[in-house]
């Protein structure tokens, strides 16, 4: 099991900055994707953003493509999401995730989260 915490959420104006950080301990050998997902009140959990431990291979949702940035740290077993012109649209709760295959990015492909942390863009 991958124990994951993020941190660095807060409320931003829009058009503004923030950046994300994530970082995983436990057995980490166990995760080879590491996502970003979101929950906006009354929606589903939706794909943001994903990276591989190994080569930083990533994706991204169509929505943020252009403004969010994932990134890893293999030497902190730390992950970061830097989303720059934030929108209100963007406002939600942001999990970590860890996938421990090779591949896949829907929801239920991760087999650990984090507790999440808001982010709110007012407009």
């Known amino acids: 099991q991958v124990q994951l915490v993020e941190s660095g959420g807060g409320l931003v104006p829009a058009g503004g900055s923030l950046r994300l950080s994530c970082v995983a301990s436990?057995?980490?050998?166990?995760?080879?994707?590491m996502g970003w997902f979101r929950q906006a009140s009354g929606k589903e959990r939706e794909f943001v953003a994903a990276?591989?431990?190994?080569?930083?291979?990533?994706d991204y949702a169509d929505s943020v493509k252009g403004r969010f940035t994932i990134s890893r740290d293999n030497a902190k077993n730390t992950v970061y999401l830097q989303m720059n012109s934030l929108k209100p649209e963007d406002t939600a709760v942001y999990y970590c995730?860890?996938?421990?295959?090779?591949?896949?990015?829907?929801?239920?492909?991760?087999?650990?989260w984090g507790q999440g942390t808001q982010v709110t863009v007012s407009s």
């Open positions: 995730a860890a996938n421990p295959a090779w591949f896949g990015t829907r929801s239920t492909d991760f087999r650990s």
């Open positions: 436990g057995r980490t050998f166990g995760s080879r994707i």
């Open positions: 990276v591989m431990w190994s080569g930083g291979r990533t």
